[in-house]
Nanobody, 121 residues
Framework: QVQLVESGGGLVQPGGSLTLSCTAS????????MCWYRQYLGKQRELVAA???????TYADSVKGRFTISRDNAKNMVSLQMNSLKPEDTAVYYC???????????????WGQGTQVTVSS
């Protein structure tokens, strides 16, 4: 069994910064892509940023130049540094990872529990 645990959400003023972190734990043999999604109330989750095991990154156009995704493979951890935050960044942010567990030959998709980010003055 694998768990993703997120931390770092909260309330911040427009223009401020927050860093989200997510750590995967459990029977982990290998972790492939790690991503951050966000979900607005009543909407579907949307991809914010993704990082491959080799460090290749992808960003949604709305966050390019403001958000930075990074990972620590030794700790199975992914972080999202969010700068110049805007009210429209307010959402629940979810960590996601493709994980191969010991004894398995394929990757399974795991989600964190979500963390609220609120950008408001």
């Amino acid at each position: 069994q694998v768990q993703l645990v997120e931390s770092g959400g909260g309330l911040v003023q427009p223009g401020g910064s927050l860093t989200l972190s997510c750590t995967a734990s459990g029977s982990i043999f290998r972790v492939d892509a790690m991503c951050w999604y966000r979900q607005y109330l009543g909407k579907q989750r949307e991809l914010v940023a993704a990082i491959g095991s080799g460090g290749t990154t992808t960003y949604a156009d709305s966050v390019k130049g403001r958000f930075t995704i990074s990972r620590d493979n030794a700790k199975n951890m992914v972080s999202l540094q969010m700068n110049s935050l805007k009210p429209e960044d307010t959402a629940v942010y979810y960590c996601h990872a493709d994980v191969m567990e010991y004894g398995r030959r394929s990757y399974l998709r795991y989600w964190g529990q979500g963390t609220q980010v609120t950008v408001s003055s």
